[in-house]
């Protein structure tokens, strides 16, 4: 049984995402890991208007980002988003940011995700049906 | 007849606004402008609510932006967003910022606005009721 | 004698880049712009690093955007970035960003640079050597 | 022996950081940290430029954020940063951010900043004089 499920993308520093030391402003990368989850969205059928069509939408509860070395203008990235398997009723996904040229880590993180009704924002304490049957599709359970 | 109004205000500039440069990245003054024009609608009733609650929001149409000098990290800057008299179904400002400690023009700009249905976001091609009221209100109709 | 330089990008909007009436905020496109410049400047061997190493950089004294029509979240954008020679010692774009699914025209827009000595960011007043010889290599003069 | 200093500010939400839910951005939050932090360092002499006098910058090297409630358009907001001492050579932050109206907890944080060198990023292993005489001053230490 699969264990985890990853989406790798690579994207370039741009120059508004650099601050005035020469280097990505950490804040940034928070705009970094979301590209990844929703590059992940894309790739595995767990989008934005996925999880919204089945009546749901999945704001981040928990961030957590170690910056381990620094990223200049026009540097390119590589994201990996790793889905991390979990029983409960969330969605976690751990982040490796990686320099393309020099292969090395810069940035680990993690976000943790929780399902609310789109309509009313009304925590959901269970896994939703959507959820259970798109884990079972990929083999997580 | 009073043809303008003018409402001021003080900011400073944040290390996140600032490029590798050391200046004000030049897109973060649209921000800038939004400040002041939702300090202009606090002032004279004219705020993001007023225009929802009166059935409109307000889009930007044109944006306009000289640059005249750089600002800094910790700098601090006046926002003087002037309401500029018009008689089609627009919103017109104009905006000045000053160093405010060598009172020195950085950036001129303005803005245009129109109003749009807040439902069906359809155009209103004349001045709604609301912002009539609200001109005479202010001597400007 | 071609008259223009043309840059074709497609991107796609982000979460984060739309606001809460569900459309990309109009500052964002000031990015969008920069997006587009930056791939012009790689095509045709004017970017950033190209500029400083010849001793200069090429600050924004001018930014103008005409809001057509919206873009939501997920949509498609191109944007095309078109240098506009002009004799004085500036640098122009025009762009026009069009919904990459129906075509539409979101945005027309304009950039003008100047020319600042990277170390005193003191203006220049005449072209300088590597633009007028940027120029003749792509056949602008 | 004194253990904490805590700076508050109040802020309000912008248009510009509400996503297309209506809420606050989640990734905004990491500038609001900021917004607390360099609030801190005016109160407190630890600000950008102090450190940078003492021949230092202090990048973060960890971001922590946990989402309890949302913050929506004009919400108004209390920003809480308290110092953590250590005895390493780092520098802690924990952030508490309230809803000014309702004084619910809408977010709390933590930053870790290290010391490099200014002009070449090395990292400094141990507390540089300037920070130990401002511990002392501030008695903690």
Not at 30 to 37: H, K, L, P, S, W
Not at 89 to 99: D, G, V
């Amino acid at each position: 049984m699969q264990q985890s499920l990853t989406n790798t993308i690579e994207i370039e520093v741009k120059f508004s995402d650099v601050d005035m030391l020469g280097v990505v402003w950490h804040g940034n990368y928070i705009r970094y890991f979301e590209d990844g989850r929703e590059a992940f969205g894309k790739q595995y059928g767990l989008g934005y208007m996925d999880v919204y069509n089945a009546g749901y939408v999945v704001p981040i509860v928990n961030v957590n980002c170690d910056y381990k070395r620094f990223l200049r203008y026009e540097d390119r990235v590589i994201i990996e988003t790793v889905y991390t398997p979990t029983e409960s009723a969330k969605i976690n996904f751990a982040y490796r940011l990686l320099n393309a040229q020099t292969d090395e880590l810069i940035v680990k993180g993690s976000t943790v995700q929780v399902f609310v009704h789109r309509d009313n924002f009304e925590l959901q304490l269970t896994n939703p049906d959507f959820f259970l049957d798109w884990k079972q599709k990929h083999g997580l359970i």
